[in-house]
């Protein structure tokens, strides 16, 4: 591969990165708007559509990807979406921050849950990624190799 190649990907990426990084500022933003239970549902769903289209053309190279590959992932998107168009209603009436108050405990706890969902992982990825580099690093001073 050529080196313009190279870097017209390393833009296309970033471009990618970028539009998703406003998509999520957008959701956050929508969050504030403070529309009824069908509208924030729709709109939260038009915003992931387009950012799981993004991540999955240009980061999991489905646009570069057959004619085979194409009709395997339509076909599971329809069984996902079926699936989707079963449960929403029960996850729309479920949800504490959109059926109850925002500030209940219900809804604090939820809130809670899901920060500790998210910090859970990035821990462990940490830690495995400072366990890693150590050994790198203690493995280049012993080798005599300039370090990272």
């Given amino acids: 591969m050529t080196t313009e190649h190279h870097s017209s990907m390393k833009n296309t990426y970033l471009a990618v990165f970028g539009a998703l990084a406003v998509l ?17 549902i ?10 799981v289209f993004l991540i999955s053309a240009f980061f999991m190279h489905l646009k ?8 395997l992932l339509i076909t599971a998107l329809f069984f996902v979406f079926y699936l989707l ?11 504490p921050v ?14 809670w849950g899901i920060l500790v969902l998210l910090l859970l992982p990035a821990a462990l990825f940490g830690t ?16 005599g190799a300039p370090s990272i």
């Fill in 24 to 40: 999520t500022a957008a959701t956050v933003g929508a969050s504030y708007m403070h529309l009824d239970r069908q509208k924030a």
């Fill in 42 to 51: 729709a709109l939260a769903l038009a915003i992931v559509a387009v950012k």
């Fill in 64 to 71: 570069f990807e057959g004619k085979m590959i194409r009709w």
């Fill in 85 to 95: 168009m079963m449960v929403l209603p029960d996850l729309g009436w479920s949800c």
């Fill in 98 to 111: 959109c059926f109850g108050e925002s500030g209940s405990n219900l809804a604090k706890g939820f809130t």
């Fill in 128 to 143: 495995i990624a400072y366990k890693i580099s150590s050994a790198v690093r203690r493995k280049n001073e012993s080798t």
